[in-house]
């Protein structure tokens, strides 16, 4: 069984770095094809795709958000580390973590976490 | 920021069908499967559609999904009270190497 889980604080201040981990079973990241990435929601607007980890440890970015963003792994915990900095009110939203399979063509998030709510506020 | 393009809602009474659109470029559907996904009401997105018209095990064969050329459909027949949702379609990017999503389409069930 496949699960991802959200964690990380619910209130950053304006100017603060956002440190969000994604614990994860039922999977690897190890094994062929398996990535991990982060998706965030502002209140009421659509998806916005963030950040990818994939099974070789190629990373990719939102072209808008790369120099604020770091997604990293730690293999023995089973988790995935995100990263934003300089963070701003503009950035409130429900952070989720979902796993992607990314073969060829196909790459699609079968996954999902639950979702964690971050409020930027001073 | 979002690439793909959906119409924001549509609404129809039970039973009936609704299409919901996606339109993109040669980038991302045009050379690559397109993913729909549905979100309930205070929920995580869950998915739907993959590459293109698949169904994962458990979705009902109610939804089904098609592409052309640069733009793709997700359609709902015998609609439902609980298919109430945003619906989102996604796909990868070659130009921008990352993962796009639509702007998403709300569906009402009169």
């Known amino acids: 069984q496949v699960t991802l889980r959200e964690s990380g604080p619910a209130l950053v201040k304006p100017t603060q770095t956002l440190t969000l981990t994604c614990t994860f079973s039922?999977?690897?990241?190890?094994?062929?094809?398996?990535?991990v990435s982060w998706i965030r929601q502002s209140p009421g607007k659509a998806l916005e795709w963030l950040a990818l980890l994939d099974w070789d440890d190629d990373k990719y970015y939102s072209t808008s958000l790369k120099t604020r963003l770091t997604i990293s792994k730690d293999t023995s915990k089973n988790q995935v580390v995100l990263t934003m900095t300089n963070m701003d009110p503009v950035d409130t939203a429900t952070y989720y973590c979902?796993?992607?399979?990314?073969?060829?063509?196909?790459?699609?998030?079968?996954?999902w976490g639950q979702g964690t709510l971050v409020t930027v506020s001073s | 920021q979002s690439v793909l393009t959906q119409s924001p809602s549509v609404s129809e009474a039970p039973r009936q069908r609704v299409t919901i659109s996606c339109s993109g470029s040669?980038?991302?559907?045009?050379?690559?499967?397109v993913n729909w996904y549905q979100q309930l009401p205070g929920k995580a997105p869950k998915l739907l559609i993959y590459y293109d018209d698949l169904l994962p095990s458990g979705v009902s064969d109610r939804f089904s999904g098609s592409k052309s050329g640069t733009s793709a459909s997700l359609a709902i027949s015998g609609l439902q009270s609980e298919d109430e949702a945003d619906y989102y379609c996604?796909?990868?990017?070659?130009?921008?190497?990352?993962?796009?999503f639509g702007t998403g389409t709300k569906v009402t069930v009169l």
């Open positions: 979902a796993r992607m399979r990314k073969v060829g063509i196909t790459n699609y998030f079968d996954h």
């Open positions: 040669s980038s991302n559907i045009g050379n690559n499967a």
């Open positions: 996604g796909a990868w990017d070659d130009s921008l190497n990352g993962y796009v």
């Open positions: 039922g999977f690897s990241l190890s094994t062929n094809n398996m990535c």
